[in-house]
């Protein structure tokens, strides 16, 4: 298969050659952009249909059969991982302000340590589908597993306009449709050909478009960034000493404090980010949900250890990127362009290869926020059907053939959702909103799924405290935080508040996010309602899930095997 | 060996439901407590807590050093190490290398010290089962 994504790849660099003679000047030619995001639609589509064609029982359409190996899945995971956020986001923060933007990508990066050495391996040798099967195996009650199942909606959902949003912006940028109603459709038709994506190709033909997608982003990215230092006589100091040297701020910009140095909220608040980063990646649905895909424990730690690799290498791209963007651009043209921040590597492209790299940046920029939007939509139905429907309104005893019927109409529900989320949300920063994602998976879902893991005297209480004391404490901090009220003059990194009227003002909580509150909270809250239950606990539920964690024994098969 | 038999495999399905019965789950968990007090499993657990402890306590106090150090500490990062290359860039190229390099040695580990432990652990259960 990975021919088809090099072969994409090719395609697209040979399609735009004949655009360049098209080309009107300025930031590209939309047609030629809008051709090129046509083609990958293609392409994917084509492989969603010839890999999920026969998805059929539950196991199809929520873990791929379980029969993916471990460098395919774990490339799939970078692909659901590496949103628009990654690509263009932390490019325009290192862009705009230098080393903080790196800070931000570290975050991103050593999270995945979590997943690997405490998360992978048990959650695949326990759980089948969902991050709740893991909790309901130890603790077995209608409410955990409810509970569990909100947190992910929310999370999801939280994740999912993020991207949506960031579509509006994006497109706008690249196909030149700068009225609201033109981006309002555009998000409409982001909505609709994922809700395609995922009743056509369930979780093979979403996890095909993803190791597609990440494969055609990486090596755009690497191109990408070996020309820029190819600018620079291949080395980084240099590269560094020039950015520096073009920027008002000097080589301030290689030092920490230009974004977050502010003030001491605004030292708080990175704090806080990097709380989320750091843990929140660990509780991510859809990156839970992906490690079913594999035949066993073992495979899921191998793809773990691809993802990171792969993760890695790329953040190292992006830096290269940003500081290639403040270089050869600079931030006066990166701030007034459309988008701001988010333009700067679509302008770095315009600027290295013209209209032909410019037209294959978008384009894998526009398949990134395809992809991770389908495999969010896909975690989320799959959370709806297994957990909420046959879980708890069916108590278990659902048809699994219903469940998958159920999975597929919440796909389409939850696409309309998103849609009109994402048409609220739009012109919100993509990296901030995907930072508050990371802060209510932290809160919610981290503590509950370590201490089943873990602790032998965890009890249903105290799952339902962790879970809905993280996820109330998570949503509500940034309720009465400056991101929804009282900040009517942009500032900082969240710009202004969703509620711009100087009058409106319950901005209690000075910090942009949460999580330096809220995991702790959380994890406090797990513990609390755990001594304090006077039920005993099962002993015998522990003895089974740490027997099956360590060994694998009785662990979901593959379909293949 | 009977000590070790889990009544049946759970999550081999009910026909019907994907979530198996109450009943049969709580046989089998009865007989996967006689492997949690065993010695052997004891064993897999410790030297899995012996790598995986020590390595997420270092990993999160050197980010949180990093994040700490560049938060309240600015200055000290952007010293010179040479040229335009600072402490702070030093610093998270190490948080890049250490990621790595705890991946790595995690899965010569594991596949070492730890998986021949597991998996002798495995088939005596599923055989014990048959």
Known sequence: MAHVALMAHATQMARPAAGVLASSGTVGTPTLNFGIFAFFVLVTLVIAVSAGGKSRSASDYYAGGRAFTGWQNGIAIGGDYLSAASFLGIAGIIALAGYDGFLYSIGFLVGWLLVLLLVSEPLRNTGRYTMADVIDLRLRAVPVRAGAAVATLVVSLFYLIAQMAGAGALVSLLLGVSTVAGQDLVIALVGLLMIVYVLVGGMKGTTWVQIVKASVLAAGAAVTSVWVLSRAGFSLPALLSHAAASSPAGRAVLGPGLEYGVSTASKFDFISLAVALVLGTAGLPHVLMRLYTVPDGREARRSVIWTIWLVGLFYLCTLVLGFGAMWLVGGTAIKSAPGGGDSAVPLLAFHLGGTVLLGVVAAVAFATILAVVAGLTITASACFAHDVYAGVLRAGQADPADEVRVARITAVVIGFVAVLGGIAAKGIDVAFLVGLAFAIAASANLPAILYSLLWSRFTSRGALWSIYGGLISSVGLIIISPVVSGQSTAMGAIGTSLITSPHVNFAFFPLTNPAIVSVPLAFFLGWLGSVTDRRPVDPARFARMQVRAYTGVGAERSNRS | ?130
């Open chain 2, 1 to 130: 060996m009977a000590l070790f038999q889990p009544a049946r495999r759970a999550g081999t399905g009910t026909g019907t439901s994907e979530i198996p019965a109450k009943q049969s789950t709580r046989r089998s968990a009865s007989g996967y407590e006689a492997v949690h007090a065993s010695r052997d499993f004891w064993t897999i657990r410790r030297r899995a807590h012996s790598f995986i402890v020590p390595a997420c306590v270092a990993f999160l106090a050197w980010y949180f050093l990093f994040v700490i150090l560049a938060v309240f500490a600015p200055g000290f990062m952007r010293v010179s190490v040479f040229g335009d290359v600072n402490m702070g860039l030093c610093f998270g190229g190490a948080q890049f290398a250490s990621t790595f390099l705890i991946a790595v040695s995690y899965r010569r580990w594991a596949r070492r010290r730890l998986d021949p432990l597991s998996d002798r652990l495995r088939r005596r259960l599923e055989d014990g089962q048959r």
